[in-house]
């Protein structure tokens, strides 16, 4: 079964730190890009970062930048999105999704999400 499951997520104060990861079994990473996105009550779903297995190439949302770090391990076959300087606007349920790029438009399979809440 192909899968992705997020973990890491947690409650932490403003300024704080969380590292989340996106673990895969089913498939590997080497041909996919994975993807992070998140989703805040009563907000639509948006792309937070990216890295594309074949060159390791990343991007990020400007929101975002300098304070998050998006890492992967071939050999745990797990991707990492390490969130410093966290705001309460980071407060979302975030979820990993595989990609052909970090430009497709369409995204799958998806995990269950992790919820972050950063209190100020």
């Known amino acids: 079964e192909v899968q992705l499951v997020e973990s890491g997520g947690g409650l932490v104060q403003a300024g704080g730190s969380l590292r989340l990861s996106c673990a895969a079994s089913g498939f590997t990473f080497d041909d996919y890009a994975i993807g992070w996105f998140r989703q805040a009550p009563g907000k639509e779903r948006e792309g937070v970062s990216c890295?594309?297995?074949?060159?390791?190439?990343?991007n990020y949302a400007d929101s975002v930048k300098g304070r998050f770090t998006i890492s992967s391990d071939k050999v745990k076959n797990t991707v990492y999105l390490q969130m410093n300087s966290l705001k309460p606007e980071d407060t979302a349920v975030y979820y990993c999704?595989?990609?052909?790029?970090?430009?497709?438009?369409?995204?799958?399979?998806w995990g269950q999400g992790t919820q972050v809440t950063v209190s100020s």
């Open positions: 999704s595989a990609g052909s790029s970090c430009k497709a438009t369409i995204w799958g399979p």
């Open positions: 890295i594309s297995r074949s060159d390791g190439s990343t």
